[in-house]
């Protein structure tokens, strides 16, 4: 009997201990956040590995852990919407004049490849997705070419800040 009481206290206290460690994590990401928004996908995209159908979103940008990487979390606004954080491939300053997401049309559906920030004076790269290539099709022999050497629709995503 004494030991299923102290069996007892001890996951008690285990599970006190988790619960303040996950709230001492959500208070260190909140203070490390660098920028909030909000954006309304038109198409489907996708966004390093992770796929965005239409429709509204809010992001947060900074280090989600003190010390570590800097990334981006991305939530739906819709019961049952994706959510998840993408790691920054590259940093860099910006010389645009509004927030939004660069993305390259494929299709009918967008690749998130930048998120311009003049808000905090950066613009952050994101890898491709696995397996894109971002390719373009020459009319006269049916051969691809990179993305570089041939012209490609760009359509930018503004990005509201959030009014916290």
């Given at each position: 009997m004494k030991a299923i009481r102290n069996l007892t206290i001890l996951v008690g206290l285990s599970v006190a201990l988790i619960a303040l460690a996950a709230t001492g994590a959500r208070a260190q990401n909140l203070a490390l956040t660098s920028f909030n928004g909000t954006f309304t996908l038109p198409v489907d995209a996708q966004w390093a590995e992770m796929a965005l159908p239409a429709g509204e979103y809010s992001l947060s940008y900074g280090q989600p852990f003190k010390g570590g990487i800097n990334a981006v979390t991305v939530a739906g606004k819709a019961e049952g919407s994706p959510r998840g954080m993408i790691l920054v491939k590259?940093?860099?300053?910006?010389?645009?004049?509004?927030?939004?997401?660069?993305?390259?049309?494929?299709?009918?559906?967008?690749?998130?490849?930048?998120?311009?920030?003049?808000?905090?004076?950066?613009s952050i790269e994101f890898a491709l997705p696995h397996g894109a290539d971002l390719v373009a099709e020459q009319r006269n022999d049916s051969t691809n070419t990179q993305l570089a050497q041939a012209p490609m629709l760009i359509q930018r995503i503004p990005v509201k800040p959030s009014e916290k």
């Open positions: 590259a940093r860099s300053q910006t010389s645009a004049s509004k927030n939004a997401l660069v993305c390259a049309r494929e299709g009918h559906n967008l690749i998130v490849r930048a998120l311009e920030l003049p808000a905090i004076g950066e």
